[in-house]
């Protein structure tokens, strides 16, 4: 039974950029949740998408974008990307509202130059 | 922001010895889970208490809930050195969103 798995596990961008980061859910998991974490600090929730809409938003600014397909896969997409935009991007699948916990993928680092 | 803050930052241990990290939140919950991170990667979830619950166990971990104080707990038993890692707590308050706090770094020593 596959995790979640999200592609790419490395990134490198120039400022300015555009990137898209997927994550392919747990198999029974309908819910997608994507964070972003620093370094040295705990992950910071950006959104989350159930029935292909966004149900929840953190604190991050519209460049921050995402999608969630019918197969209840999900992209994060970032324009325009800063310095401080680099960071691990960690995507959590769950069932319906993650009451039972998460499940985490690998990750995407994201190095913005 | 942070919801919940853990404490010590840091801890080293030696192997066979018992880890205890807390962690503190700032408004009313539904739940608090917890989670270890190896190296930077993927949060693996351990365990998760309810608002109505006090204590919970499994394996070698035991997780306290004091809603009183907004205040957890998570006892790591005859640590190992595998057991090196990050832990963090996360929180929800009803919404769907979990927030994690900022991490104890745990180093076990064989």
């Known amino acids: 039974d596959a995790g979640v798995t999200q592609s790419p596990t490395h990134l490198i961008k120039t400022r300015g950029q555009q990137v898209t980061l997927r994550c392919s859910p747990k198999?029974?998991?309908?819910?997608v949740s994507w964070y972003q974490q620093a370094l040295g600090q705990g992950p910071q929730f950006i959104f989350q998408?159930?029935?292909?809409?966004?149900?929840q938003r953190g604190n991050f600014p519209d460049r921050f974008s995402g999608h969630q397909f019918p197969n209840y896969s999900s992209e994060l997409n970032v324009n325009a990307l800063l310095l401080g935009d680099s960071a691990l991007y960690l995507c959590?699948?769950?069932?319906?509202?993650?009451?039972?916990?998460?499940?985490f993928g690998s990750g995407t680092r994201l190095t913005v130059v | 922001s942070q919801q919940g803050e853990e404490d010590p930052q840091a801890l080293s241990i030696q192997e066979g010895e018992n880890a205890t990290m807390n962690c503190s939140y700032k408004?009313?919950?539904?739940?608090l889970q917890w989670y270890r991170q190896n190296s930077g990667r993927g949060l693996v979830h351990l365990i998760l208490?309810?608002?109505?619950?006090r204590e919970k166990h499994s394996g070698r971990l035991r997780v306290t809930l004091d809603t009183s104080k907004k205040s957890s707990s998570l006892l790591i038993t005859a640590s190992r050195a595998a057991d090196t890692a990050s832990y963090f707590c996360?929180?929800?308050?009803?919404?769907?969103?979990?927030?994690f706090g900022t991490g104890t770094r745990l180093k076990v020593l064989a």
């Open positions: 208490i309810r608002s109505n619950e």
């Open positions: 996360a929180t929800t308050s009803g919404t769907y969103k979990y927030i």
């Open positions: 959590a699948s769950s069932f319906l509202t993650a009451n039972y916990g998460y499940t």
């Open positions: 198999s029974g998991h309908d819910t």
């Open positions: 408004t009313s919950i539904n739940n």
């Open positions: 998408y159930y029935e292909e809409e966004e149900r």
